[in-house]
């Protein structure tokens, strides 16, 4: 646990025309200069007041993110054997339209079956890369990946698989170098597949150690766990972990041996994460249902599959211990949905989190809109009530989307919708407590320049957020909320900033941190 939680630069896109898709969307219009009311000589600082009267519809903090999965070619890359440049051009199509929608964070599989879409001394590369395991593709996509990202002001998580060792159960079809062939001490074949045991410290180690050696050599934002843990009840028959369970268990149940073995890891992870680097956040996306009423008082009140017992993921432990900096429970059910309501789960892992520092985000399922086998998925309007039921919930503060084809592809036009509906203006990132960062100098010298804004770099600003009124007063209250919030630029090199004005109105200026702390806004001074 850390101390202080409690129990319970990339080109500039505002001069682009190109450039203003990223930060309006696809209705960006052309530029035109403020013609706003009187501003003062020096215009003073602007910060929001607490006492600001807020829209529910313009939240001004939000996390809006995708998952790019890499296993099995699911997103990215479509297929094995591509070129470098294929490559990159699939993934800036996946970015673009992420940005499109005003997301503002990725959650990349950097690591699907201890394997490597990076440069690594530790584990081969990707298979899902060239179609064969080890083999170099000829560049070092991770670094590519990550500048991107923050080219259109996403954050950046890699997403890491922690025991999955192979898709493939002939240990002699991996390279030589594999883990899994250097240790086969470490594996357990269950069904088609090896995984690492999760009761041996040395895999404990291991695991921590690629994921160490990630967040040292890159500049990543997060660290992300899915749900696959213990593997998932199958036909693959008995998890055979007991020569680990008699050496390790000390006297305890094996299923809660089990869960033991899943805490150490994540807490372990933790642990590493924040002494590599203070800032770099780290979570998991856990089966959506901790455990049912019928098993627990406190569990939902759901019958579907039990992470808790079925495969040992402990959910409200992480939160209770602040072993995690947030959770994204995949609630990939409708609502009404008897088994497992959304309506449900949502206000349940709401109160999960309360009075916590534990961030709540919700894994959504777009890949399942459009599906024939559940008729409130033919229906346009289910995922978008989803984000319409979270705004009744404080503690949710963003939703992820499974997955990026998807986000591209549009089924039913949901996206088209949930832009509409819930994303009409950007939003910065939720703020958490504990990753150190401050807010940087309010912007100086912000003025109107023809058709563009420009202001003096602020020291240590990573982004800016440009905010346009066009009624009301240019006090506290017009920074409240996201109403009038009509960009967050990238910072750009050099001892100024500019940005493409879009339509008439008095602009605003305030300067974000990496992890969006916001220092007070400057209103723009007329030529």
């Not at 009140?301 to 432990?317: K, V």
Request: charged fraction near 25%; hydrophobic fraction near 40%.
């Amino acid at each position: 646990m850390r101390t202080g939680r409690p129990l319970l630069a990339a080109a500039a896109l505002a001069v682009l025309t190109a450039g203003t898709a990223y930060v309006f969307g696809p209705d960006a219009g052309t530029a035109a200069p403020s013609a706003g009311g009187t501003v003062p000589e020096a215009p003073e600082a602007v910060a929001a007041a607490s006492s600001c009267p807020v829209d529910a519809r313009f939240p001004k903090r939000q996390l809006r993110g995708v998952w790019i999965a890499t296993v099995n070619n699911i997103d990215w890359p479509t297929r094995t054997g591509l070129s470098p440049s294929a490559q990159q051009a699939e993934y800036v199509k996946l970015l673009d339209d992420a940005a499109e929608r005003r997301l503002n964070a990725v959650f990349v599989q950097v690591r699907p079956a201890s394997d490597a879409f990076y440069r690594s001394s530790l584990e081969p590369w990707s298979r899902f890369l060239t179609g064969t395991a080890g083999k170099d593709p000829g560049w070092d996509p991770l670094p590519f990946l990550i500048a991107e990202a923050r080219k259109r002001g996403m954050e950046f998580h890699a997403w890491f698989n922690p025991y999955r060792a192979a898709y493939d159960t002939d240990r002699s079809k991996l390279p030589a170098s594999h883990p899994a062939r250097v240790r086969p001490d470490w594996v357990v074949k269950y069904g088609d597949r090896l995984y690492y045991n999760p009761g041996l410290p040395e895999v404990r180690d291991h695991v921590t150690k690629v994921i160490t050696d990630v967040v040292r050599r890159y500049d990543v934002d997060g660290v992300h766990f899915d749900d696959y843990f213990y593997p998932y009840p199958g036909g693959g028959g008995t998890f055979r972990d007991g020569a680990a369970f008699a050496r390790y268990g000390g006297g305890m149940k094996l299923a809660d041996w089990r869960r033991a073995n899943v805490n150490k890891l994540v807490a372990q992870v933790d642990r590493a994460v924040h002494t590599t680097k203070k800032h770099v956040k780290f979570g998991i996306s856990p089966f959506g249902i901790w455990r049912n009423a019928s098993n627990d008082p406190s569990g939902s009140a759901t019958r579907g599959m039990s992470a808790y017992d079925a495969i040992y993921a402990d959910s409200r432990h992480w939160i209770r211990s602040g072993t995690v900096d947030y959770v994204m429970p995949q609630l990939y059910w409708p609502r009404g949905f008897q088994i497992a309501d959304y309506d449900v789960l949502a206000p349940w892992w709401a109160k999960e989190v309360r009075g916590t520092d534990v961030h709540l985000y919700i894994g959504q399922a777009l890949y399942r809109v459009g599906a024939t086998d559940t008729p409130a998925w033919r229906r346009p309007g289910e995922l978008p009530s989803h984000l319409t039921r979270n705004r009744k919930y404080p503690e949710i503060r963003g939703d992820v989307y499974f997955s990026a084809k998807q986000v591209s592809s549009n089924p039913l036009r949901v996206m088209d919708r949930i832009t509409a509906d819930h994303y009409a203006r950007p939003a910065l990132r939720p703020l958490m407590k504990g990753l150190g960062g401050k807010a940087p100098d309010r912007p100086r010298d912000v003025r109107v320049e023809g058709a563009k804004l420009s202001w003096k770099s602020s020291p240590g600003a990573a982004s800016y957020a440009v905010y346009r009124v066009t009624s009301g007063g240019t006090g506290a209250c017009a920074v409240a909320d996201a109403r009038n919030l009509v960009a967050i630029v990238p910072a750009a090199g050099g001892a100024r900033q500019t940005f493409a004005m879009r339509g008439t109105g008095t602009y605003l200026v305030s300067a974000l941190d990496r992890l969006h702390h916001e220092s007070p806004a400057t209103r723009a001074a007329l030529p």
